[in-house]
C-alpha cells in the first residue's frame, strides 16, 4: 500500500495517515462550521485535506505543523498562502493560551480542529483541557475507540480515567464515524469526529484537579480492584462510606460527581496532615 499522497509521503515517526475522502471532509467542516471572524486553528493540517475547505469560508487561519516540508508547503500554498499563520511547532509543547491571547480578542476564543496522529492524541487532548478557558469548541478526527471512550458513561466497559476527565472539562459528542479508506496510507483502526465544549462553569466543585486526575488514575489502573484496594494509601473505608459510596464498588461504575467527592476528600486529608 502507498504511503505517497500528493507527492508527500507519510511518516510514521509523525504519525501521519492523509485524508482524502471528499464526502467525509465535507461533512467535517460542516460539523466544524467555520465562519470569517473567528480564531480558527488548526492542529496538523498535513496536505490541506480540511485546511483548504475551511480557507474557502473563513479569512484568516492559524494552522500548527510540526513537518518542517509540510510546513514549507503550506507556506507556498497558491491560493491561501496569504490567509494562513503557520506555527512550526510540535502541538504538545505550544502554550495555547498564549496563541489565544496574540489573536484579536474581538474574535473570540480559539476554535481548535484537526486530523489529530493518534499516538499522540490523548496527551495532546489533556495538555489542551489545561488550556480550556481559551478555547470555545475543539472538533477532532480521533481513533474510534478514543471517542467511545470519550464520550462513555458510567457502568461502560468503555468508560475510564480519560472519560472522566475529558467530561470534567467538556460536553462530548461524537459527530461521525470514518472508515480507514478515507485515508492515505489507511490506518489499521477505525477513525470518528468528535465535538469537545468546554464547559463555562467545571459540573462539579473540586478542590484540586490534580488531585481528582490522581484519584482517577489510582482507581482505574487497576480496573478490577474495588475503591477500598485502589484507594487504601489515600481513605478509609468510612472515610469513603461517610461519603455515600460503597468502597466495595470498583470506579467504572462511579459518576463524576463522586470521583469529585473522593477526591475532595484527598485534599482534606492532606491538608490535616501538613496542618
Do not use: W
Not at 469548541?137 to 472522566?164: C, I, N, W
Not at 490522581?214 to 484496594?229: G, I, P
Not at 461517610?242 to 470506579?251: H, N
Amino acid at each position: 500500500m502507498s504511503k505517497t499522497h500528493l507527492g508527500h509521503t507519510a511518516r510514521k515517526r509523525f504519525g501521519q495517515n492523509f485524508l482524502h475522502d471528499e464526502y467525509v471532509i465535507g461533512n467535517i467542516v460542516a460539523a466544524i462550521a467555520p465562519k470569517p471572524g473567528q480564531n480558527l486553528l488548526e492542529i496538523g493540517p498535513g496536505l490541506g485535506a480540511l485546511t483548504d475547505p475551511v480557507c474557502e469560508e473563513v479569512d484568516a487561519l492559524t494552522v500548527v505543523e510540526l513537518d518542517r516540508d509540510l510546513a514549507k508547503r503550506l507556506r507556498h500554498h497558491p491560493f491561501h498562502g496569504q490567509k494562513l499563520s503557520i506555527i512550526e511547532q510540535d502541538a504538545l509543547t505550544l502554550d495555547f493560551s498564549q496563541v489565544a491571547q496574540s489573536l484579536p480578542a474581538e474574535r473570540g476564543k480559539l476554535r481548535v480542529f484537526g486530523n489529530l496522529p493518534y499516538n499522540i492524541s490523548t496527551p495532546l487532548m489533556f495538555h489542551l483541557f489545561s488550556h480550556a478557558k481559551h478555547i470555545a469548541d475543539m472538533h477532532f478526527m480521533l481513533q474510534k475507540e478514543v471517542v467511545t471512550r470519550l464520550a462513555a458513561g458510567p457502568g461502560s466497559k468503555h468508560y475510564g480515567r480519560l472519560s472522566v476527565m475529558a467530561q470534567y472539562y467538556c460536553a462530548i459528542t461524537p459527530v461521525l464515524q470514518v472508515p480507514p479508506g478515507a485515508f492515505k496510507p489507511p490506518p489499521k483502526v477505525d477513525s470518528a469526529v468528535v465535538r469537545l465544549i468546554p464547559h463555562a462553569t467545571p459540573p462539579v466543585d473540586v478542590e484540586s484537579v490534580e488531585l481528582l486526575e490522581s484519584v482517577c488514575a489510582k482507581v482505574f489502573n487497576q480496573r478490577r480492584k474495588t475503591l477500598r484496594n485502589g484507594l487504601k494509601e489515600l481513605l478509609t473505608d468510612t472515610q469513603i462510606s461517610d461519603l455515600g459510596i460503597d468502597p466495595g464498588v470498583r470506579a467504572e461504575v462511579l459518576p463524576l460527581s463522586d470521583f469529585a467527592k473522593l477526591a475532595n476528600a484527598v485534599a482534606r486529608n492532606t491538608a490535616q496532615e501538613e496542618g
